[in-house]
């Protein structure tokens, strides 16, 4: 079962416009969330995360947002940029273990 | 460039051929992961090391693959007697305690 689900396979934003990326998950156990970022023939790059202690966490141009009672998570870029065009991955892992739960991917592409 | 290394890039085989991988970690990193991802999927964890003992072990892990760290530095991956079913994406992360998990560009495995 799919305990990670990014919902929309791909997104397309113009550039300096606000990317949303969204992101649920059915295991209440999780309590450590990440993003990554994957360009072509490239390994995931780490982005940013959040502690489910807390319900948003700013870097930058990233914010990331979590909502326990939804179990929802969502990524905002602002402003988005070409070079932000990738496939990103929400993410999650539960207590002390190290397993790490990937969704299936947004595409993002930013529209100069 | 001292990010997660992983040889080969590309390893083409017959099935039931043996195959094995390679990935340095980030040299300070003493805890070290393997994922395996296909198309249009997200990366599924396979395991996962402290230093030298493997602590984690996926039940995708099957008894065909076996990973070992020796001396806790870098680690290889061996799948015995491949099918096609195996080819994908072999990703190895690495991180220090508490951090993020920081992945290398893979190796993509194909079986004729």
């Known amino acids: 079962d799919q305990q990670v689900k990014q919902n929309s396979p791909s997104l397309s934003v113009q550039e300096g416009r606000i990317s949303i990326l969204n992101c649920d998950y059915t295991n209440s156990m999780f309590d450590y969330f990440l993003w990554y970022k994957k360009y072509p023939a490239e390994g995931p790059t780490f982005l940013i995360s959040?502690?489910?202690?807390?319900d948003k966490n700013e870097d930058g141009r990233f914010t990331v947002f979590l909502n326990k009672s939804a179990k929802h998570l969502s990524l905002h870029i602002v402003p988005s940029q070409p070079g932000d065009s990738a496939v990103y991955f929400c993410a999650a892992k539960s207590g002390g273990y190290q397993k790490v739960t990937f969704g299936t991917g947004t595409k993002l592409q930013v529209i100069p | 460039d001292t990010g997660v290394s992983q040889d080969p890039r590309h390893k083409i085989t017959k099935r039931g051929q043996n195959v094995t991988f390679r990935c340095d970690p980030i040299s300070e990193h003493n805890r070290l992961y393997w994922y395996r991802q296909t198309l249009g999927q997200g990366p599924e964890f396979l395991t996962y090391f402290q230093n030298e003992a493997q602590l984690e072990k996926s039940r995708l892990l099957s008894d065909r693959f076996s990973a070992e760290r020796p001396k806790g530095s870098f680690s290889t991956l061996e799948i015995q007697r491949t099918e096609q079913g195996d080819s994908a994406m072999y990703l190895c992360?690495?991180?220090?305690?508490?951090?993020?998990?920081?992945f290398g560009d893979g190796t993509r495995l194909s079986i004729l």
């Open positions: 992360a690495s991180s220090s305690l508490g951090g993020p998990q920081h």
């Open positions: 959040i502690s489910s202690i807390k």
